[in-house]
Structure formats: C-alpha cells, structure tokens
C-alpha cells in the first residue's frame, strides 16, 4: 500500500564508517520526515522538509544530515558512525495540508 | 506540555474481547487532524484511523474505531474483538494545519492474551 521505500532494511557497520539511509517516495509529497526510534519506544524526529532544498533539523539533536534535491528523495547521512547511533531510523512523507503519514519500512542500523 | 499523551505504557486484552488505548491531546488550534498508528515488532507503521476536528461522527475502520470527545481532548482508539495479531505497539498522533510535523505520543505496548 505505501509508496515510499527505504533502503536498507537491516545494516550492520562498524565504527567510524560513513553511511547514507535511502528513502524515495512515488506520491509527489512536499514534506518528508526522519525518525530515530529505539526498540519499543517513542518516535523522535530528527530531520523534516517542506520541499526542494529546504531542510529542517527536528526535536532531537541527531549527528546525522539530509539533503532534499528532489522531491521524491531524502537521504539521510551519517558521517561517522558511532555505537550510540544504533536504533531504527523512519522515514515518513506527507502532503502539504493535512492528510497522514506514510511510513517506510524502516532501516535498523546496527553500529559495532 | 505535551501534544499527546498516552498513558497505558502496557495493555493486556484477552482474545475476542474488546480494549480501550487512551490518548489526550494539546492544542489551540481549532482545525487538527488525529491519527492511530500500529508498530508490530518488525517495526513498520501500520496507518489505522483517522478523526478530523471538525467531524461530526467517531472515525470507524472495521474493528477499529476512535472515541472523539473533543470537549475533553480525547480520542481514545477501540479495538473490537482483539486478535492475537493485534499484538503491537500503538501510537497515537495528531497534526496540525499550520505546523510542518506530527507529534506522537510515547506509544501502549498492547498484547493479546490466548
């Protein structure tokens, strides 16, 4: 049903290597979103857009980058991963006015 | 303050029977959107319901339906009939107009018991 993918699903790194967590979504939505969310807890954003080159870092304080160049696509990067970075890491989109968010599957992203 | 609060860390339901998650909300806005999400253990969220502040009814999709009592900030999702697969962390979300994000509440870890 949903029309946005994120790649990869499951990733294990080790430390100090840099990483970039795809999303795309086919659903031309101006806004798209990251979470970082540990097991069994609460959603934190870290990063959203309204559109084309337009980023925004969210609530919580994330070592992380996005870029927006297209629409359809808001990679997420981390420069230089750390243990602490492990967690799962949701990407959502959104149309302009109302409507809900549609989620990818998500990345779990284990840093060793 | 808070823009949503859940305050069932934990539910237990027995199978076929029905369970209320609780969920309050903040805000001044008079147009607002409020949603039910469900996260199983493999982690993706699942959309279940929508209510919109101006709707005149409760939101119902199949066994789910949302208990908007506006007056008192409430929209407190109703699981009919439980299933053992309803088993899941359910989050509670509301947007609105004239912001640019979602707030989530902090989530009820739901499990269906034989």
């Known amino acids: 049903e949903a029309d946005i993918y994120q790649t990869p699903r499951y990733l294990v790194i080790g430390t100090g290597k840099k990483i970039t967590l795809e999303c795309s979504q086919t659903?031309?939505?101006?806004?798209m979103y990251w979470y970082q969310q540990d097991p069994g807890m609460e959603l934190h954003l870290i990063h959203y857009?309204?559109?084309?080159?337009?980023?925004e870092k969210g609530d919580l304080s994330s070592e992380s980058t996005v870029s927006r160049i297209r629409t359809e696509h808001f990679p997420l990067t981390l420069e230089s991963a750390r243990p602490s970075h492990t967690s799962q890491y949701l990407c959502?989109?959104?149309?302009?006015?109302?409507?809900?968010?549609?989620f990818g599957q998500g990345t779990r992203l284990t840093v060793v | 303050a808070q823009k949503i609060t859940q305050t069932q860390p934990g539910m237990f339901v027995q199978e076929k029977e029905a369970v209320t998650l609780d969920c309050t909300y903040d805000?001044?806005?008079?147009?607002?959107?409020l949603f039910w999400y469900k996260q199983p253990s493999s982690g993706e969220m699942i959309f279940l319901i929508y209510?919109?502040?101006?709707?005149?009814q409760n939101a119902t999709e199949g066994r789910y339906s949302l208990n908007f009592q506006k007056a008192r900030k409430s929209a407190n999702l109703v699981i009919s009939a439980s299933q053992l697969g309803d088993s899941a962390m359910y989050f509670c979300?509301?947007?609105?107009?004239?912001?640019?994000?979602?707030?989530f509440g902090t989530g009820t870890s739901l499990t269906v018991i034989p």
């Open positions: 959502a989109s959104s149309e302009r006015w109302g409507g809900r968010a549609f």
């Open positions: 659903m031309g939505h101006d806004k």
């Open positions: 857009s309204y559109g084309v080159n337009s980023t």
């Open positions: 805000t001044s806005d008079p147009s607002y959107g």
């Open positions: 209510q919109g502040s101006y709707d005149q």
């Open positions: 979300a509301m947007r609105e107009p004239t912001g640019n994000q979602f707030y």
